[in-house]
């Protein structure tokens, strides 16, 4: 049973269009987060979020949404795409709001590229 | 403003041989320091971590890595290097609960037979 799943694996998209990534965990988590990853695979955090309230939102545009339905699902809307959106896309989930010490249990990635 | 660096985008050894991966932090205030492994087209998973408690922490596969306050590092040692070993290696470095995870920017660790 996988612990942090992200659907698609693989998205490939033009230019302006708008696309969506969901994530689900199934480890009873209270905390996720989105994570981009880019080719030259340094990671940064995007967004964090803590029962479905947003927690950590770094510098990311505007285009870019995160939607927590419930605690189990954060998915990633982004809006508008461009060349420089092409990237893995992670979702992670951590037991507790103090993440400090939390391990955090991450996804296999969404690889997105924009042509 | 924390940070992390590690020393070496890509390191490569020869299987059996002792693994070094090199990461130091910058910190104003007592870090939790992390050190995470991606496999090939996979996402990241744990090592081992340090939360303030014994200095050499030991983790999964074999891995360890010592705090050392006065040296501002976290290096990460195996001693025997196994084929299963090649992967990208990620040192993270943690301030406080709402604070982000800062991650280094890798080693790429290749394993020759």
């Known amino acids: 049973d996988t612990a942090v799943s992200q659907t698609p694996k693989y998205l490939v998209t033009q230019m302006g269009n708008d696309k969506s990534i969901k994530c689900e965990q199934n480890?009873?988590?209270?905390?996720m987060y989105w994570y981009k990853q880019d080719s030259k695979k340094f990671l940064k955090i995007m967004f964090s979020y803590n029962n479905k309230e947003l927690i950590i939102n770094e510098t990311v545009p505007n285009r870019f949404s995160p939607k927590s339905p419930d605690k189990a699902h954060l998915n990633l809307h982004i809006n508008s795409l461009e060349l420089g959106d092409s990237a893995v896309y992670f979702c992670?989930?951590?037991?507790?709001?103090?993440?400090?010490?939390?391990?955090?249990?991450f996804g296999p990635g969404t690889r997105l590229t924009v042509l | 403003a924390q940070s992390v660096t590690q020393l070496g985008s890509h390191v490569s050894v020869s299987e059996g041989a002792l693994v070094l991966l090199r990461c130091n932090y910058s910190?104003?205030?007592?870090?939790?320091l992390f050190w995470y492994v991606q496999y090939p087209n996979q996402g990241l998973q744990l090592l081992l971590k340090?939360?303030?408690?014994?200095?050499l922490v030991k983790g999964i596969n074999g891995f360890e890595a010592e705090f050392k306050k006065s040296e501002t590092s976290f290096h990460l040692t195996k001693p025997s290097a196994h084929m299963s070993d090649a992967a990208e290696y990620f040192c993270?470095?943690?301030?406080?609960?709402?604070?982000?995870?800062?991650f280094g920017k890798g080693t790429r660790l290749s394993v020759i037979a």
């Open positions: 992670a989930s951590s037991q507790g709001r103090e993440g400090r010490t939390d391990t955090q249990y």
């Open positions: 480890l009873g988590h209270d905390t």
């Open positions: 910190s104003s205030v007592p870090p939790y």
């Open positions: 340090y939360t303030s408690a014994a200095t």
């Open positions: 993270a470095v943690s301030l406080s609960g709402n604070t982000p995870l800062v």
